[in-house]
């Protein structure tokens, strides 16, 4: 157990570090340099410039430079935002958390559906409820993400029902933690509608494949021969039968929900990576686009892991191969 | 409805869509960058059969659009001048199909007559035009990078495949790091990297080579798996076996084994691939104003106002619907027939 | 709006306001030890209660020699105290932490007497120590605060010295009229706080938005109590405040004022929409009709102040390129410095589609940098501008240029293609470009419009020069045409097409450097109207900046809001925020 979920870990960094070192060469051969950026802003002096190149090496070559800033990482700074004139990480750490808080809520709520509501279509698959819910399914995974964001926008806007982008509603200091944590649940409801719809029309088809394919193999078929009723069969054998298949997608779907959170994030002005990301980029702040971007893959890494172990409590097998 | 008729159903609102984005010229009344100052955001126009005197005509035809004399944000029809539908009128010059220069359009009314069958957007420029040139933006890159992608994908693949050593190693390690990338993330980052000082035509460019180079891996994967397995299956080691070249293995029967697998990647890949375009060019990194790009139509939607009163600018993003919709039953038909 | 720490810095450059006003004050006798309150003349109102304030953008900074951008100064404004302070309503000068001042009978001395007995936020009393601290701060160019152009007259930097601890003396190189307008917003440093660092050489690196709130402290209304990334800063009420109100309660009144960034004016006015947000100090003219037709009675209050002081306007890169090695730029100013070219751009720009279309009939179409709001100096003379392809085609004609296949070429075969900078984020500004764009496809010049951040823009427009062409705005900070002599002289920092020239690089910048230079010293309105007027015909004859429109000033606030009076002048609502008050019985 500890063997491999070390060598998890371990894949993790790798993934880590070649995402890092890949960035860091995009922007060696990027026109413009972080110096350059630097010398623009009116607001870094030439003390601050000269401090930073000797921590960041900056006009060293690239391995020397890639040492330094890999130091930096290690420090807890993830190099120097040129637009905020700080050190990227305070900044980075609170957008990411709030990154991650959407996206676990999205990603729980949208496993919390997909299974039972997956398990109940195989059960009925080829009947009526199976073709109705293949069609929504279709149809939901055909609306680009950005129109269902917007139109759930347009949707909170008209009715008032929901707060409209951003965190917190504004100046709720002097209240309670429970005011607070009501408030904050109220301002995920509709960046995480807008995820859960994007990621069950991935999830729903192969939880349903899945526990079908289990509902078809002979176990099964002899313990209904047995007379076992099928609500039974359906949470004590099938669900549990059809669990690697579907953790398996649980690592890939992370992926795919980070992106479509980017999205989310800037459509709906919550403050997260993503929105951190479209500034960075257009201020030109290289340390901070390189502390997004490995941010979220440490997120995906990290999600990966948590389906790996996953995977290796629930299958004998890769436990037998160790 | 069965697979056999889904995937015609398919198969055949793609070739619509692709036919009209294809001929966007001749279906479209207007050149898309043609402004009309004084008609931002007109409602679609209401076609109509029955005059004032509710006379039927047999032609459609539209009226005038003027704004309201007292909300100056709302039009009214001006009912004294009737404009019928015209098929087949001359207007602005385009080359169809991308190569013969023409004037001629499907249909048009007459000038000072509009119409706008999608509405007008900010510039007074007609939707309808627009969704169609921006069509082939969109789908351009959609192809493009998907072609690239599966370029790629395919050397790389088959390298790996054939070679079976520490090339297929480190074209595998590679493909696991690629594939773990939060891709819009990273599209993000080589965007930044790129000069922002670009023109349109370059823009398009950067795009599209950015999206298609960064999809590699899924389709290098595969495609080794299909080589692997090929390499094996009989007929190959009796090929073989009877002194076959390498070369002549590879292209007369490796390769004609990975065609199902290129073709499910590439109708998963171009819906993916448009809506990568879309995504950039919203967030203002794709194709710049005024060339139309189904991105570039959606962000007037990130105003406020717009996204409050005017419904039709939601349109662009209804029309992508059909589209990857067919892209992604193509693909599982394909899928369920391999 | 960003393009604020450019204005200010035009605002407060040489003001030498035509009448030197020195008020009696409107403070207490000094007494020894004794806290001398300035006693504020407007309406009561209620203690207490929370105001909200939305804000395009994050503060960047809360170190006043940092910020530039307009929310860090919005914040620092109120945490921060000036000398003397300019109405923002009447643009009269007030007592502020000084009482009073003298000016000597040469115009060169101006001796300031300091309130007595008041505190910084954190207690810490207030001395002369702290004004020569801070000059000694912003005067030095190891710190290199934007401040020191405005202290810095004929090239010799504002002399400031320690009469007592109550009296401080400022001299200047040269006679200056109404020079305490230029204290105006010079924010005074705590010095028990910064001394240490300011010595050490690490000023530039203090108060950032990370800093603890009891490490920064200041004269102003509010103190620093939190902030939240991305979220919200707090000020809390400063409780040593040396304004009270008429009957006696101290100010200001507010326990509380939240600033809440949004990323752009539409997330703004949606927050504002649903309740969240109490104040938009600028929307957009679009979503102005919006909350007109939305506005329900008794919930929010709309101002239309009508054109402010802000100008829109394209510019064409003219400065001197030889030792930057941009030869792509450098190529195509053999257009840009063709007067006849910018002449006939300006032509063919529809200005009547730019107040339609981009701001809904709510700005006024310019012809020069002088907005219609300042009808003390604008030169009626000049005509309103009328859009004529015909002309701008006749006027490149003149200049060489020609058509092939409807694309226009210069003398020598080249196709006219460059590109125009607008700032992302800003609708206005891109839908300007777009406009514009077009316009000028009917000239048949190619454009391409690119859009960055706005830092990016003003970087590449005052430092690098690497555009071709931009769409920026300024505001003038005041009426008087002194406010515009960074713009005009063309040694200024903001003379923005041909940036801080050593010698004037063509005759007619030459003209009205010295025009601007005269109507300086001359005391006359009458005779400085008739320079001014000369300047703006200058301007609009050579087209430098090609001006296209003034928004009229548009601000959304709750009706609960009290003593509530907008302005055109940047920061149009908070200027008086020490006087803002929560309504009770108002929802």
Known sequence: ?322 | ?338 | MSHAWLARNLALCLLAAAVATVPSGGSQPARPGREELLVSKTPAGNQGGRLIVSQRGEPKTLNPVLALDLPSREVIYRLMGDLVHIDRSTLQTQPALATSWAVSPDLRRYTLNLRRGIKFSDGFPFTADDVTFSFKVYLDEKVGAPQRDLLVVENTPIQCRKIDDHTVMFELARSYAAAERIFDSIAILPRHLLEKDYQQGLLRQVWSLNTPPDKIAGLGPFQLHAYVPGQQLVLRRNPFYWKSDQNGNRLPYLDEVVFVPSPSEDAQVMRFQSGEVDIVSRVGAQNFSVLQRLQRPGDYKLFDLGPGFEYNFLFFNLNDLRSKGLTDISRKQSWFRQTEFRQAVSAAIDRQAITQLVYKGRAAPLAIHVTPANTLWVNRAIAQPQRSLERARKLLESAGFSWKDGALADAGGQKVEFSILTSAGNTQRGQMATIIQDDLKQLGMTVNVVSLEFRTVIDRALRTYDYEAAILSLASGDADPNSEMNVMLSSGRTHIWNVGQSHPATAWEAEIDRLMKLQLITPNYQQRKRIYDRVQQLMADNQPMICLASPNILVAAREKVGNLRPVVLDDYVLWNAEQLFIRKNVP
């Open chain 2, 1 to 338: 409805m069965n697979p056999k008729r889904l995937f015609r159903f398919a198969g055949a609102s793609l070739a619509l869509w692709h036919g009209l984005i294809l001929f966007a010229g001749f279906f479209s009344p207007y050149d898309p960058t043609m402004q009309n100052r004084t008609l931002a955001f007109a409602p679609p126009t209401r076609i109509h059969f029955f005059d004032r005197y509710q006379r039927f005509h047999l032609r459609p035809f539209v009226y005038g659009v003027r704004a309201q004399p007292h909300n100056p944000e709302a039009y009214e029809e001006e009912r004294s001048q009737v404009y019928p539908i015209k098929w087949m009128v001359r207007g602005h010059g385009y080359k169809a199909g991308g190569l013969f220069p023409t004037r001629w359009h499907l249909f048009g009314v007459d000038e000072p007559g509009r119409i706008f069958l999608f509405g007008s957007d900010d510039f007074g420029r007609d939707q309808f035009s627009r969704l169609l040139f921006g069509g082939q933006i969109s789908i351009a890159a959609g192809l493009a990078a998907t072609a690239l992608s599966l370029g790629l994908g395919f050397l790389l693949g088959m390298m790996a495949g054939l070679q079976a050593g520490w090339l297929d190693e480190v074209v595998m390690r590679c493909a696991e790091v690629f594939m773990a990338l939060p891709w819009l993330y990273l599209l993000f980052a080589v965007r930044a990297v790129m000069p922002l000082h670009v023109s349109a035509g370059k823009a398009f460019l950067l795009v599209v080579v950015v999206i298609g180079v960064l999809g590699w891996a899924r389709p290098a994967r595969l495609i080794r798996g299909v080589v692997l397995s090929a390499k094996e299956k009989d007929f190959v080691v009796a090929a073989r076996g009877l002194g076959a070249s390498g070369a002549y293995l590879v292209g007369r029967h490796v390769a004609p084994q990975t065609r199902g697998v290129m073709l499910t990647q590439a109708s998963v890949l171009i819906p993916q691939y448009i809506l990568a375009e879309v995504t950039l060019s919203f967030l203002g990194l794709g194709v710049s104003e005024p060339t139309a790009s189904w991105g570039n139509m959606l962000s007037t939607l990130q105003q406020y106002h717009v996204l409050l009163s005017y419904w039709w600018m939601f349109i662009p993003g209804l029309a992508l619907i059909p589209l990857i919709w067919g892209y992604y039953t193509l693909a599982n038909t394909i899928k369920m027939r391999l």
């Open chain 1, 1 to 322: 157990m500890i063997r491999y979920c070390l060598r998890r870990i371990i894949n993790s960094l790798f993934l880590l570090a070649a995402v890092s070192v890949l960035t860091f060469l995009l922007f060696e051969i990027a026109p413009g340099n972080f110096l350059d950026e630097l010398r623009l802003n009116p607001q870094v002096s030439e003390q601050t410039i000269a401090n930073l190149k000797a921590k960041y090496a900056l006009d060293q070559p690239i391995g020397v430079k890639y040492a330094q800033w890999a130091r930096s990482v290690a420090h807890g700074d993830l190099g120097f935002s040129v637009a905020y004139n700080m050190a990227a990480a305070p900044l980075l750490w609170h957008r990411a958390a709030n990154t991650l808080l959407l996206t676990v809520t999205a990603m729980v709520l949208s496993w919390l559906i997909a299974i039972p509501t997956g398990a109940w279509i195989a059960a009925r698959r080829g009947k009526w409820q199976d073709i109705l819910f293949g069609g929504a399914n279709v149809i939901l995974l055909a609306i680009p993400h950005l129109m269902l964001a917007l139109i759930l926008l347009l949707f909170a806007l008209r009715s008032g029902l929901l707060p409209v982008g951003g965190i917190s509603s504004t100046a709720l200091s002097s209240r309670g933690w429970g005011t607070t944590t009501g408030d904050l649940m109220a301002h995920l409801v509709l960046p995480v509608l807008c995820l859960v719809l994007v990621t069950l029309p991935m999830l729903l088809p192969h939880v349903r494949r899945a526990v079908s394919d289990v509902l078809d193999s002979p176990f099964i078929l002899a313990a209904r021969a047995r007379g076992l009723p099928d609500s039974r069969l359906l949470v004590g054998h099938a669900l549990r039968a059809s669990a690697n298949p579907v953790i398996s997608l649980f690592g890939l779907s992370i992926s795919e929900l980070l992106s479509s959170s980017l999205l989310v994030e800037i459509v709906m002005s919550w403050p997260g990576l993503g929105r951190l990301l479209l500034e960075a980029i257009l201020a030109r702040d290289f340390h901070l686009v390189v502390g997004c971007v490995l941010l979220s893959t440490a997120f995906l890494a990290g999600g990966n892991l948590i389906a790996d172990l996953l995977l290796y409590a629930s299958d004998p097998r890769i436990r037998a191969k160790q």
